[in-house]
Nanobody
Framework: QVQLLESGGGLVQTGDSLRLSCAAS????????MGWFRQSPGKEREFVAA????????SYAGSVKGRFTISRDSAKNTVYLQMNSLKPEDTAVYFC???????????????????WGQGTQVTVSS
């Protein structure tokens, strides 16, 4: 089982940027797809971004495409989410996620998640 610890959330204004980090420990980081999800009060947890286990292929939700960038540094066992041009509707708790199996190359489905971080709050004021 992998342990995930997010950091980098905070309170920003519309148009600002933030970079979230997710440090992984407990098992081999490389070889597993990673992703970010978010959840706002009263809403379901939703997919934000994903990065493949090996070739760096990425996938994004339509609402963040062109503004957010997911990346990974295997040497540091860390996944990042660079968020630019933030909007009030981006306000949510952001969760880092690791795939439940190394056979999953990349996924946008929360049912493929094996480990979740505790979440970090991002608040964008208008």
């Amino acid at each position: 089982q992998v342990q995930l610890l997010e950091s980098g959330g905070g309170l920003v204004q519309t148009g600002d940027s933030l970079r979230l980090s997710c440090a992984a420990s407990g098992r081999t980081f490389s070889g597993y797809a990673m992703g970010w999800f978010r959840q706002s009060p009263g809403k379901e947890r939703e997919f934000v971004a994903a990065i493949s286990r090996d070739d760096g292929y990425t996938s994004y939700a339509g609402s963040v495409k062109g503004r957010f960038t997911i990346s990974r540094d295997s040497a540091k066992n860390t996944v990042y989410l660079q968020m630019n041009s933030l909007k009030p509707e981006d306000t949510a708790v952001y969760f880092c996620a690791a795939a439940r199996s190394s056979s999953i190359s990349i996924s946008t489905d929360s049912r493929d998640v094996g480990s979740w971080g505790q979440g970090t709050q991002v608040t964008v004021s208008s």
